[in-house]
């Protein structure tokens, strides 16, 4: 499985980004996907997953109730929608997939390259 992210941008505390990632391979509906993010110094952390079927999701404490993760896939496609984000969510967000709905980066083989969600005060 290849994996595209995109959508990141810069964006005042408040405002709204959707992160989209695209997967190659006909088998992705068979995998979970997950979204990392990792800021400056710090390590790769969880922000949310979901499971193959897109009726199970787990999110970050840090994230409930202002991010929501969704997969159409038939369009082969994961999508983080980011609302009332924060400075503090500024980070390159990383889409992943694996066999399992996991938090644990090591849990997902294939990673895409990363994109930047820069959020201002």
Known sequence: VQLQASGGGLVQAGGFLRLSCAASGRTFSFYCMGWFRQAPGKEREFVAAI?????????ADSVKGRFTISRDNAKNTVYLQM??????????????????????????????????????S
Request: hydrophobic share 25%.
């Open 51 to 59: 499971r193959w079927s897109g009726g199970i999701t787990y999110y």
């Open 83 to 120: 609302n009332s984000l924060k400075p503090e969510d500024t980070a390159v967000y990383y889409c992943a997939a694996g066999r399992t709905a996991s938090t644990l980066p090591y849990d997902y083989p294939y990673w895409g390259q990363g994109t930047q969600v820069t959020v201002s």
